[in-house]
């Protein structure tokens, strides 16, 4: 799916409604400068679903590049397996995802014609395609574990180069099958990420050390990012990479203040020398306590979303005169980018500083 020249892809669209038939509304209007929808504004695109192991498989893939994942997997690497390895893979991902985002906006290639693909996402069809940041971000967080577990963990190293492949292949392949980009686009984003990925490598342990020591880590943290969601490429229509981004932005921003708070004043990280550790023996009792942690973070974390999303979009309202449903609204540059930012950094730090202190109080460390 995705790719030009018909492929089978096991989803095959259909002209009229019929029995088992999944529908998926377009919504949203053509963006100006890209391709026009086949598809009349307000219509339903309907499919049949001729093999329910790829069609689950592939959503279930094209997850793994979603919110849902970054707000789970990398806040449990930071409570269950190694404070540096989720520094670096939260690193990586900011700087490789602003600059896929902002790639997008730039370069300006539109996504597959529907038809003759079925796409079964709706919400990013306002975007561009070109590159693909599902790829891009697949390819760098599991290659960044890698690289960062390799060096302090034992296991084998094609064993862990296997599974970060086979990670970011299925993610690539979602994309084509859920009728979101083309090849090249793919192609294009793991390309990027992987020479991002090499040119970033030998800094790694240079920026982490500035990163946790450097008394300007705070305010740069902050200033940096919000400079760069307010100076964000301009379209002609909404697009929501801008707050796709600025999310992105604000939850690094909020991690690394918290790593650098952490630093300062918990456990200093750079107090010993690196060890070849072996992964401990999984018994019982070790799977309840990370199982614990990671409930209890989690449930932090999605209340302190929900909390500061109440909270700021509130404040905004009351400053910027706007009803709680005018969406028009809440899309203005004015607008969005605090409510991310704010919001999303309030999630960056309470993972990095308030879980693991809550943690601790409940003997879960």
């Known amino acids: 799916m995705g790719v030009p020249g018909g492929a089978d892809t096991h989803l095959q669209p259909v002209g009229g409604p019929t029995p088992g038939q999944v529908t998926v509304p377009e919504e949203g209007q053509d963006p100006v400068g890209r391709s026009p929808r086949r598809c009349s504004l307000g219509c339903a695109q309907k499919y049949i679903v001729k093999n329910y192991f790829y069609y689950y498989l592939f959503k279930f893939s094209a997850a793994l590049g979603e919110e849902i994942f970054y707000i789970t997997f990398l806040p449990f690497t930071y409570w269950n397996i190694d404070h540096s390895v989720s520094r670096r893979m939260i ?10 985002q902002v790639s997008k906006d730039i ?14 996402e709706m919400r990013t069809d306002a975007e561009y395609g070109m ?17 960062a577990t390799v060096n302090q963990y034992k296991y084998p190293f094609e064993l862990g180069l296997v599974a970060a492949f086979v990670f970011s292949t299925l993610v690539c392949l979602s994309r084509l099958y ?8 793919v192609i294009g984003g793991a390309l990027i990420s992987a020479v991002l990925l090499v040119l970033l ?14 008394p300007f880590c705070p ?3 902050i200033v940096v990012p ?14 929501p990479t801008r707050g796709d981004t600025t999310t992105i932005l604000g939850a690094g921003a909020g991690a690394t203040v918290g790593f650098w708070l952490n630093n300062q004043y918990v456990a200093p990280a750079y107090t010993s020398e ?7 023996l999984i018994t019982t009792k070790i799977v309840v306590v990370v199982l614990a942690r990671f409930f209890v973070g989690i449930f932090v974390v999605l209340l302190t979303r929900q909390l500061m999303k109440s909270v700021v979009l509130g404040m905004l309202r009351y400053r910027y005169k706007f009803p709680i449903g005018d969406l028009e609204a809440r899309r203005r540059l004015e607008v969005e980018v605090p409510y991310k930012f704010i919001t999303y950094s309030s999630v960056g730090f309470s993972a990095t500083v308030i879980v693991p202190l809550l943690h601790k109080l409940l003997g879960l460390m």
Do not use: E
């Open 107 to 120: 370069l300006k290639w539109p996504r597959p014609l529907s038809p003759p693909v079925v796409k079964l």
């Open 131 to 147: 590159p693909s940041t599902h790829a891009m971000a697949a390819t760098a967080i599991s290659f960044s574990f890698l690289i």
């Open 226 to 239: 919000l400079v760069l969601c307010y100076n964000y490429p301009k379209l002609d229509y909404y697009s």
């Open 201 to 214: 490598y030998p800094a790694w342990d240079m920026i982490d050390h500035s990163l946790l020591t450097s």
């Open 274 to 280: 690196n060890f070849q550790l072996g992964f401990p």
């Open 91 to 100: 690193i990586i991902w900011s700087i490789v995802m602003y600059i896929g």
């Open 219 to 221: 305010l740069l943290s």
């Open 178 to 185: 859920t009728g979101m980009h083309t090849v090249l686009d």
